[in-house]
């Protein structure tokens, strides 16, 4: 499955971006799906999974209540929208899709996305 990140952009501190990852040859549903990122000189760490069906969520400490996870099987889209957002949010966010396993952890990721960049203005 191919996977296609948009939706970066750069941001001032308390702003909102949603960030979009659109599936291709493959079958969206029977993947679930996952945004990480990397920072800066930093390691790529798990933001957001969501399970194939929709209906399970799961988030950073650091996100949550800040962040949504969702999709639309029917489109094979997934969103991510990042409210509130701060300066330590700033970097590259990939989709990710993962087959029999939540994609929480890099290791249970199947297929990755590009990457968009997020930029948050202090």
């Known amino acids: 499955v191919q996977l296609q990140a948009s939706g970066g952009g750069l941001v001032q501190a308390g702003g909102s971006l949603r960030l979009s990852c659109v599936a291709s040859g493959g079958t969206f549903n029977y993947y679930d799906m996952g945004w990480f990122r990397q920072a800066p000189g930093k390691e790529r760490e798990f933001v957001a999974a969501?399970?194939?069906?929709?209906?399970?969520?799961y988030y950073a400490d650091a996100v949550k209540g800040r962040f949504t996870i969702s999709r639309g099987n029917a489109k094979k889209i997934m969103y991510l929208q990042m409210n509130n957002l701060k300066p330590e949010d700033t970097a590259v966010y990939y989709c990710a899709a993962s087959r029999g396993s939540l994609a929480t952890t890099q290791g249970a990721v199947d297929y990755w996305g590009q990457g968009t960049l997020v930029t948050v203005s202090s």
């Open positions: 969501v399970s194939w069906t929709g209906g399970s969520t």
